[in-house]
């Protein structure tokens, strides 16, 4: 049973390409993690309870019986072959085994409508999951007006920090976070296993993004360093914020990775976004000059379903982020009426974050990883948020 | 290359009515009916004009009688409303410049039309190109045809120089050069001699003889009218858009011209009688101005102006007068010597201070240096004296000051609007003069500088310009005078200075000197054939 | 010292900047060996400096001939934008090469817009550039929306994977086939060597010739090629007439108009080629929105430092790509590090020509900022991420600082030209 | 009313009316490429654009954007093509929020010591490029470029890192950037000012407080450039530097003088954003600069028409909203519907332009025939059409 059971998770494919057959599992398995997930924080239970049941009664005013959903992505929106992606599949799996219908929306370039949109979005749905910790402030001002309405957002706590001690900004607020840390723990493990130079490197997109970009990194570091204490991790940033170019740019990225190889890197992993594409690319042009080859290492999806065809042999894993998961996990829990509010933590013990087989490439050393699985769920091992 | 005319041309030429003109020759262009009109104005008006082969022709009329309009119709470059023109008798469609040039006519403009930035030969063979294959310019080829053309005219020039490092004189003959180098065979010319001292204009003139010698016909537009009698074989005198006459210029004087032109006599630039005091008003003492890489451009240039005096300044354009004036004015920065208004040192003053202290100023180039001209009459009426009464209370602009004052330029000075809320730029040259004189004149200054201040307008207006500096004068204006208009500055002026690579090299009685021994001055001459220390004395004394 | 310079200044003029590049290179050699680098002078940043510098070189390129013919256009962005759009899609339907004709051809038509805005109708050319910049985005994503959605591994943000137009190694300099035989690798032999400066300098050198993309070659090829087409042919005679003085141009026969119209066309097709080239692999390899990062507006600088002249916009290109190749490769920061030195130094230089010319406050000027350099490389043993950014942007600024005064604009540029109104 | 002023006023309107149709009717075209039913999208963007919430949304983007043209619209006057709004305004919203956040003042005084601290970094900054400029001769397009980037990826980056509020609240991402301000000291919203005239503003939107600083700002440009000596000076040095010149304005310093006022307003184009979170975020607003100049250029640098613009900007990216979430367009069009209006804007009025200014020389070319014209006696309409 537990093989089977992990064996189906370390590496899923991604909803939206998933066979009929093969979505049967994870979907059951997830049940279960919510189930013990709703009694953890049992205590706000029986307010959800209500909270949901109001709603009910006026969504069955507008419609039949099921909930509409209103999705709004990250600036950029659906096609980003990486987060939104991913939270688009999550939406299309809820519609097709939950019935349920929802719109899409993004945001404005420059990112300064998001409020509006959640409102607008809001107005016309029942639920409302905003993609991207960018929400959180938009949330925690529409959420409060709109009480018929659930709200999720993706990547943030949603915990209002003025509060002592911290709180959930609303009842009808919930928040999607993810131990990336703890996945990249393992890719960084599988990098420190597979190397044969000794020396790995890190591209993250933007620095200093509310550290998320770091967590990915800690994570990373922790697990070569578990591994081989002496193995050599080349880190860089694309840009610092305010600058995001660093997520869009696959030239930048590109040429990062090539001077990383030259230092001796064999694999490279990315939390860079669109910019990972010029990882890929460095790594196939890298090993077709020098003729040994050098890997990379995708993220949030199993990017070696979603990147070009040509590149694909040389992803030797990604560090899944289950945003799809997650959301149809959400959208699950408010027509369950379980939708707890504040943060629900989509970590390794509950495959909201992982990594990826497909391929094959880490085939011969899941056990190792699955170890480490182990011990990090078990808290053996304490992966670090901070580099 | 050079699109010479069909040689069977001639014989195609129909024999026609030909009006006025009793014809020896074929004509070579033959214009009839030709009328256009701009929004408001007709400048031309049903014109027809006959011009034979290989004669010069003259084209006379005051400002704004259509002379240019009518030439840049010959050229292609504006299309007449009706009209037909013929060129060696066959009816020419002319949609552009390209077409005139192909059919043989050359035209050298009113203004420069050379670019700065090119050398001589690059401004010469623009748009005759010889050429290699694939569009490669033939430079030495077109060097040696440059160099033929140049020397079989006399028209001297480097053709590998900067047309921005050549004098006016030099320009000029860059831009003759330029029809030559195609082979026109028929060359209009639009007040070539406007910029140049009468040395030069002798000069052009025996290279336009020597092109009719070679057979070339010749449109010649001037409104200087003993140029026109001495150079023309045949005299046309436009007066607002239309034809007055064609006359022989054996038949008529000077005087029959001008009452062709303009209905009446021309007016004479005459300052009267001297009223110059002994009190300084502006005074110069040892003045250098560096020019581009440091060079002096003016060279201690000492000069003194008093109240009620005028002071012509005279000189070849290029020889420091510009910048001589704007270190008065304070444009720029005068690098030793000093400059006094009032016995007040001035030197390092700002230019706003220099007007407030009752500094006059109108520009050479109004559009350049005297208007906002999308602005309205009232701003434009303000410009300068912004800060003074009543067109401002301390840091407040008074609207109803600036629109008063503009009202009384535009009565006082004639300028001719139907109200002054009207843009700068809808005004004709001569009343945008009269709003700039009118601007100056009215804040009552002490120290006046006029830098050709009629350069360009029409005679009304000149003479108009020319009463209220007398006027002034009178009341103990000191003026500092800039022109190339040698009768203006001889009839004005109270003292005559001559500027000469940045010197003062003379100074002269303006009622002993002629424009002609004025321009052997202007030039240098004088100083070669003169002994030197008499200059230095005459310098001394400036 | 003066006697020497003196010599240089007797040489013509390839060999005089060959010589300048040649005391670079020995400078960037001593200084990296402090910082105990070899990222300076390494093979792979002569390489980085030249992916880096093409977008920006072909952009400027189409910026001046724009501006030569007397039309400004701060739309080199939106044409870009246009460039790596059409250039994604025509690369990842018809290959490479198509890929490139196709971007030329979107930033042409980009190019034809503000010839339609600025030449006939007249209208502001910076407010019809602006209006480029802000409907080209905006329109490649409408056009993914439509086309690349439907595109396996396309979206509405990005399109497939572009293919390439491959590379060429020159024969003997870097080892290169000619017909099939191997020859032998002259520059690299001497790089492996590791000769104090002549194995740099052959290093440097061999990142030019060795693994070359041809669409590189192709845009530098350009340089020599636009400035003969400037300087000796009929048509570029005629193009600057335009910028010069296009009255003057009219007067001759001139078609002003057609002139204009085919230089901002040009224009935009260069500035469509720099897009092209920004999609194709040797930089993303994908149209990514937001890709361009800027760089139109980089290239405008470019046409200002490089005098708007072809080979002053390379070196302009190139001030800019090498410190940011460099820079991105530095992932120590030990180089960037460097570059302060280097900084202080060509300072140095630069105090040395203003003394020369009696230039005191330049003098100054450049003494306080390599002052500040030095200070900060000797007190310090890394930079700043946020440094190692800037550093190009920087450059150029100090550039400008120094050498504006020294530029000419054509005279005629940005005033609207109306036939038969003079 | 006469002939001639009726003329005048119908060509006054002409330009901005027939840009606003040519651009639906164009937008029109391009939804219908994109299998859109235009009518339903424009009815859904006017119907949600009707509403009071929508307004506010409206006004609150239209505040930053209107601050921004009109800081690029002072450099146009100018003739400075101030690209620099982006980073000036970054730069001073992030030393704005540090300082702000360091001291404790009464709200009023805290709201103006923030404002003031925010118009000096961007008005020095600013200075920056005006001083290059007429010192160095550094073309300001390029030099404020330049500085762009030192701002936002070097003196932003660095400062954002150095002045990061505590550690806590980024463990669990979101909210990251500088100290926050306390919210009682910052500008609070005006919303009883709008419900005066209606009703409740529902859903917690907020008007922000910096839309009266706008209007301030606007009504200060506005006297500046019409009523005072400096404004005259500035204009004219704008519009033609060699006779302001000659007229005693020296040019250089009207560079220095206008670019750093573009700065000083450049400055407040943060505040908004400020003033409602309370703190600088590691991912701003960007773009506004860019933005400004767009719309300076369709309110044609005049306080009122930027307004306008601002407006009609903010109007089409609060509609992009509604188009997607009621499915009727996808969020691209208002891109292009920005551009196309652009383009149709400024050709009108360029067409609007030369009409008028064909009716000015004809109206000056009739008094020069008939000198006795007096001047309020307009010209006839045969005179005038032409
Ligand atoms: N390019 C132009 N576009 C429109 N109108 C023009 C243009 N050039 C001249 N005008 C009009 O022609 C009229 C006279 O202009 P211009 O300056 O050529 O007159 P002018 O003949 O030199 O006059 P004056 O005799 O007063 O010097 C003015 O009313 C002006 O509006
Ligand atoms: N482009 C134009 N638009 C409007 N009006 C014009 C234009 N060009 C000329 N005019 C008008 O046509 C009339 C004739 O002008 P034209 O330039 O032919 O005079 P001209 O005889 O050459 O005068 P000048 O001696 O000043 O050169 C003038 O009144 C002028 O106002
Ligand atoms: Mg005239
Ligand atoms: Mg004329």
């Not at chain 1, 990826?356 to 056990?367: L, N, P």
């Not at chain 3, 990062?293 to 916009?313: C, D, E, Q």
């Not at chain 3, 202080?344 to 009696?358: D, E, K, Y």
Request: aromatic letters at 6%; a negative charge.
């Amino acid at each position: 049973g537990d093989d089977d059971d992990e064996e189906t998770v370390s590496s899923p494919a991604p909803a939206a390409e998933e066979s009929e057959e093969e979505m049967a599992e994870p979907e059951e398995e997830m049940a279960e993690t919510e189930e013990e997930h709703s009694d953890d924080d049992h205590s706000d239970h029986d307010h959800e309870d209500e909270d949901h049941s109001d709603h009910e009664d006026e969504a069955t005013e507008e419609m039949m019986d099921l909930p509409t959903v209103g999705l709004v992505y990250d600036i950029g929106g659906r096609g980003d072959q990486s987060f939104n992606d991913s939270a688009a599949a999550g939406i299309e799996r809820a519609a097709a085994e939950l019935g349920i219908e929802f719109t899409e929306a993004s945001p404005e370039p420059d990112g300064s409508n998001r409020e509006e949109i959640m409102q607008l979005a809001a107005s016309e749905h029942d639920i409302v999951v905003g993609v991207g910790f960018l929400y959180e402030s938009a949330a925690a001002t529409v959420g409060p007006e709109n009480p018929g309405t659930m709200f999720g957002v993706v990547d943030s706590g949603m915990l209002d920090f003025s509060a002592d001690p911290p709180a959930p900004y609303a009842d009808n607020i919930a928040g999607l976070v993810f131990a990336e840390h703890e996945g990249s723990f393992l890719v960084g493990a599988a990098a420190a296993l597979k190397t044969k130079t000794g020396t790995i490197g890190f591209i993250g997109g933007v620095q200093n993004v509310g550290g998320l970009i770091e967590r990915f990194e800690a994570g990373y570091n922790a697990g070569a360093r578990a591994v081989n204490p002496d193995i050599e991790i080349i880190g860089d940033y694309v840009t610092q914020a305010p600058d995001m170019d660093g997520f869009n740019s696959p030239d930048r990225g590109k040429e990062i990775a090539l001077a990383m190889y030259e230092e001796g890197a064999d694999i490279i992993y990315h939390a860079a976004g669109g910019t990972g594409a010029g990882l890929f690319q460095a790594a196939q042009e890298q090993t077709e000059a020098t003729g040994s080859k050098v890997w990379a290492i995708g993220v949030d999806s199993d990017q070696y379903l979603t990147a070009d065809p040509g590149v694909r042999e040389f992803i030797l894993t990604s560090m899944l982020k289950r945003v799809d998961s997650s959301i149809f996990e959400m959208i699950k829990s408010v027509i369950e009426g379980t939708m707890v509010p504040g943060p629900t933590a989509y970590d390794l013990s509950v495959d909201g974050v992982g990594y990826s087989r497909s391929g094959g490439y880490v085939d011969d050393i899941v056990d190792q990883l699955e170890d480490f699985r182990a011990k990090i769920i078990s808290g053996e091992i304490v992966v670090p948020n901070e580099p | 290359m050079s699109q010479a005319t069909e040689p069977d041309s001639e014989s195609v030429t129909e024999p026609e009515t030909k009006p006025e003109s009793e014809l020896t020759a074929a004509s070579a262009i033959e214009l009839t009916g030709i009328t256009k009109r701009f929004p408001g104005v007709v400048a031309n008006d049903n014109i027809n004009l006959t011009v034979a082969e290989g004669e010069i022709h003259a084209i006379c009329g005051e400002n704004g009688a259509g002379k240019s309009t009518l030439m840049k119709i010959l050229y292609g470059m504006q299309p007449p409303d009706s009209g037909t023109i013929k060129i060696s008798g066959a009816v020419a469609e002319l949609h552009s410049p390209a077409q005139a040039i192909e059919l043989g006519i050359g035209m050298v403009h009113q203004h420069f039309m050379l670019a700065d930035q090119l050398t001589v030969l690059e401004n010469v063979i623009l748009g005759a190109e010889p050429t290699l294959s694939v569009g490669r310019i033939n430079f030495s080829a077109g060097r040696a045809h440059l160099d033929e053309v140049s020397r079989a005219y006399g028209l001297d020039i480097n053709a590998d120089d900067y047309v921005e490092d050549l004098e006016v004189g030099e320009r000029q003959r860059v831009e003759i050069i330029k029809v030559l180098f195609r082979g026109a065979k028929i060359l209009i010319l639009d007040e070539p001699t406007a910029v140049l001292v009468p040395q030069e204009v002798d000069e052009l003139f025996s290279n336009i003889r020597e092109l009719k010698t070679g057979g070339t016909t010749i449109l010649f537009i001037d409104h200087k009218l003993d140029e026109v009698l001495e150079i023309a074989d045949t005299i046309t005198v436009l007066r607002q858009g239309r034809t007055v006459g064609t006359v022989k210029p054996d038949d008529v004087t000077a005087r029959d011209l001008a009452e062709m032109m303009i209905g009446s006599e021309l007016p004479k630039p005459d300052a009267g009688a001297s009223t110059v005091t002994d009190e300084v008003a502006l005074e110069i003492s040892e003045l250098r101005v560096l020019g581009e890489a440091d060079r002096p451009v003016v060279n201690n240039v000492s000069l003194t102006v008093h109240r009620g005096e005028i002071v012509g300044v005279a000189g070849v354009e290029g020889n420091g007068q510009a910048e001589l004036v704007n270190a008065i004015i304070g444009t720029t920065p005068s690098d030793q010597g000093s400059i006094k208004m009032l016995g007040r040192d001035i030197t390092s003053a700002s230019v706003r201070s220099r007007r407030e202290l009752g500094l006059g100023y109108v520009p050479q180039d109004r559009h350049r240096d005297g208007l906002l001209l999308g602005f309205s009459l009232w701003e434009n009426g303000t410009l300068g004296h912004q800060t003074e009464a009543p067109y401002s209370r301390g840091l407040w602009l008074s609207r109803d000051g600036m629109r008063k004052r503009a009202e009384q330029i535009k009565s006082q000075f004639d300028v001719r609007t139907p109200n002054i809320d009207l843009s700068a730029h809808a005004l004709s040259g001569g009343n945008q003069q009269k709003l700039i004189v009118g601007r100056e004149m009215v804040a009552d200054p002490t120290v006046f500088i006029a830098n050709h201040p009629t350069r360009g307008i029409d005679v009304g207006a000149q003479a108009a310009v020319w009463d209220h500096i007398r006027e002034a004068r009178a009341k103990g204006l000191a003026t500092l005078l800039v022109s190339a208009d040698l009768e203006e500055l001889i009839g004005l002026s109270d003292t005559i200075v001559v500027m000469l690579r940045g010197r003062l090299v003379a100074r002269l009685d303006p009622n002993e000197i002629t424009p002609r021994d004025l321009g052997t001055y202007m030039t240098g001459a004088a100083l070669e054939t003169e002994e030197t220390e008499e200059t230095e004395e005459a310098v001394a004394s400036a | 010292m003066l006697s020497m310079l003196s010599m240089l200044n007797k040489q013509p003029t390839w060999l005089r900047w060959m010589i300048y590049a040649a005391i670079g290179v020995l400078v960037l050699t001593v200084v990296q060996g402090f910082d105990d680098t070899e990222r300076l002078t390494a093979v792979t940043s002569s390489q980085a400096m030249l992916r880096w510098a093409v977008p920006i070189l072909l952009a400027g390129l189409g910026g001046m001939f724009c501006e030569r013919a007397g039309i400004i256009n701060i739309g080199l962005e939106g044409m870009l934008v246009l460039g790596t759009w059409f250039g994604a899609w025509g690369a990842v339907t018809y290959g490479g090469w198509a890929g490139l004709l196709i971007g030329m051809a979107g930033g042409a038509l980009g190019g034809l817009i503000h010839a339609v805005a600025t030449v006939t109708f007249g209208i502001d050319q910076i407010i019809s550039g602006v209006a480029i910049n802000v409907t080209a985005p905006g329109l490649a994503r409408f056009l993914s929306s439509e086309v690349f959605i439907n595109i396996e591994g396309g979206s509405i943000t990005q399109s497939p994977r572009t293919p390439g137009q491959g590379k060429f190694t020159f024969p003997f300099l870097a080892g290169g086939d000619l017909f099939g035989c191997d020859t032998p690798d002259i520059l690299g032999w001497f790089t492996r060597k590791d000769w104090f400066f002549v194995s740099d300098l052959t290093g440097m050198a061999r990142g030019l010739v060795a693994q070359l993309s041809l669409a590189t070659m192709l845009a530098f090829a350009l340089v020599p090629f636009s400035a003969w087409l400037i300087w000796r042919t009929r048509f570029g005679l005629r193009l600057r007439i335009c910028g010069e003085h296009p009255v003057g141009g009219e007067t001759q026969g001139i078609n002003i108009y057609l002139y204009k119209y085919i230089a901002v066309i040009i224009s935009g097709a260069l500035a469509g080629l720099g897009g092209s080239f920004i999609a194709s692999p040797e930089l993303s390899g994908i149209y990514l929105e937001g890709q361009t990062n800027g760089r139109g507006f980089i290239a405008l600088a470019a046409v200002i430092i490089g005098n708007w002249r072809p080979g002053g916009i390379m070196g302009a290109a190139l001030l800019f790509g090498y410190p940011f190749g460099v820079g991105l490769r530095d992932l120590d920061g030990s180089a960037s590090h460097a570059l302060l030195l280097v900084n202080t130094i060509a300072l140095g230089a630069v105090i040395a020509w203003a003394l020369n010319r009696r230039r005191r406050v330049d003098a100054t000027l450049a003494a306080v900022l390599g002052l500040g350099a030095a200070l900060w490389y000797f007190l310090s043993s890394t930079v700043p991420d946020w440094w190692i950014s800037i550093l190009p942007y920087v450059i150029v600024l100090v550039v400008l600082i120094f050498f504006s005064q020294r530029l000419r604009m054509p005279q005629a540029a940005g005033i609207a030209y109306r036939k038969g109104e003079s | 009313m006469n002939e001639r002023l009726t003329r005048r006023l119908i060509l006054a309107a002409a330009a901005p009316v027939s840009a606003l149709c040519i651009a639906v009717a164009l937008s029109a075209i391009v939804l219908l490429i994109a299998g859109s039913n235009p009518i339903t999208a424009y009815l859904d963007m006017l119907e949600h654009g009707s509403k009071l919430e929508t307004q506010v949304d409206i006004l609150n983007r239209a505040t930053p954007l209107y601050l921004a043209g009109v800081a690029v619209a002072i450099g146009f006057k100018m003739n400075l093509f101030n690209i620099g709004v982006e980073g000036q305004y970054l730069l001073a919203f992030i030393v704005a929020a540090h300082l702000g956040a360091q001291v404790e003042l009464p709200q009023v005084l805290h709201i103006a010591y923030v404002l003031v601290v925010a118009m000096v970094i961007g008005g020095a900054f600013a200075g920056v490029a005006g001083v290059l400029k007429v010192t160095r001769g550094v073309n300001e397009v390029i030099s404020t470029i330049m500085l762009n980037a030192v701002v936002i990826s070097g003196l932003a980056a660095w400062w954002i890192v150095e002045w990061q509020a505590g550690g806590e609240i980024s463990a669990t991402g979101g909210r990251v950037g500088t100290e926050p301000i306390d919210e009682s000291r910052l500008m609070p919203d005006i919303n009883s000012w709008l419900e005066f005239f209606t009703r409740e503003v529902g859903f917690g939107k907020e008007l922000t407080g910096m839309l009266i600083v706008a209007v301030v700002v606007g009504v200060f440009y506005h006297v500046l450039l019409t009523r005072t000596v400096l404004g005259f000076d500035l204009r004219s040095s704008g519009a033609n530097q060699h006779a302001s010149h000659v007229g005693g304005v020296s040019p250089k310093r009207m560079i220095v003088i206008a670019i750093v006022l573009s700065g000083v307003v450049a400055g407040l184009v943060g505040m908004p954003e400020l003033m409602d979170s309370g703190y600088y975020p590691s991912n701003p607003v960007s773009g506004l600069g860019f933005l400004g100049i767009a719309v300076a250029l369709l309110g044609r640098n005049h306080p009122a028409g930027v307004a306008v613009a601002a407006v009609i900007f903010s109007f089409l990216d609060v509609s992009s909203g509604i188009l997607q979430v009621t499915g009727a367009a996808s969020r691209e069009i208002v891109e292009i519907m920005k551009g196309v209006i652009i383009v149709t804007a400024v050709i009108a009025y360029e067409v609007v332009r030369r009409i008028r200014e064909r009716d000015e020389a004809a109206a000056a070319a009739a008094a020069m025939t008939n000198p006795k014209v007096p001047s309020d006696n307009p010209p006839t309409a045969a005179e005038v059409s032409v």
